[in-house]
């Protein structure tokens, strides 16, 4: 699952994307939780645009703010009525630089940051829509999108959102992309493409927002050839 996001302010999209139109500054964050502000990628004429959005579906019949899913499984996009019209028609991407999982132990809950092995940008496919409602000041609103976690990352969480690599990014954007099309690039993430790290309890509290939650607190785990054999 996903249950807070790192978004460093030196996430460059124009450098992994490039031509994209911004409406709002990327809003940056060491310790980002659900049910706040976060930038989005979504389709438009000149090409993607980034654009703030509230982290949290939240359709035009909404009534409860904490009803408003901040994560949508994968394996219910066409079975959830929530979720079926916005993959079909409005698909966003959100740019991160790691997310925080948490590995179950004896006595506590060790928070990592699962992050690209190269630590460069992420973009994680999600869900949009525009609400008319007065829940929040946000006119729209989204959800990531989540899938199995790989063979590395299972034991930390046996979910995570899944990525779209940025050679991918504007045919999941396109909504006249077909869908099955679109399904396809919600795999699980390669074992070679991302890594995690320990880091401080701090991060446990979404009050702290200082970036020091998101240093490292021991080594990066990573696949390697001898986990192949």
């Not at 807070?4 to 460059?12: C, S």
């Not at 509230?54 to 009525?81: I, N």
């Not at 590995?103 to 496919?125: G, I, S, Y």
């Not at 976690?149 to 050679?167: D, K, M």
């Amino acid at each position: 699952m996903a249950g807070r996001l790192y978004i460093a302010p030196t996430l460059d999209l124009e450098r992994l994307l490039g031509g994209i139109e911004t409406l709002d500054a990327l809003l940056a964050s060491p310790n980002l939780a659900p049910r706040r502000p976060l930038s989005m990628l979504h389709h438009a004429a000149g090409g993607p645009r980034l654009s703030s959005a509230f982290w949290g579906l939240t359709p035009p019949w909404l009534k409860v703010l904490a009803h408003a899913p901040h994560c949508a499984r994968a394996e219910s996009l066409d079975t959830r009525a929530m979720f079926r019209e916005a993959f079909a028609t409005r698909r966003c991407l959100v740019p991160v630089s790691g997310i925080y999982v948490w590995k179950p132990q004896p006595r506590m809950k060790q928070p990592f940051l699962v992050t690209h092995h190269q630590r460069q940008p992420l973009l994680l496919a999600g869900l949009w829509c525009r609400y008319h409602t007065a829940l929040t000041e946000h006119h729209d609103s989204c959800a990531l999108i989540t899938v199995a976690s790989n063979a590395l990352l299972s034991p930390l969480s046996e979910r995570l959102p899944a990525v779209i690599a940025p050679e991918q990014a504007r045919r999941w954007l396109d909504p006249t992309t077909p869908l099955d099309e679109a399904r396809a690039l919600l795999t699980v993430a390669d074992v070679e493409l991302l890594g995690a790290f320990p880091v401080s309890r701090r991060v446990n509290d979404p009050s702290h927002q200082d970036w020091a939650c998101a240093h490292p607190t021991g080594p990066m785990h990573r696949w390697t050839t001898a986990q192949e054999t």
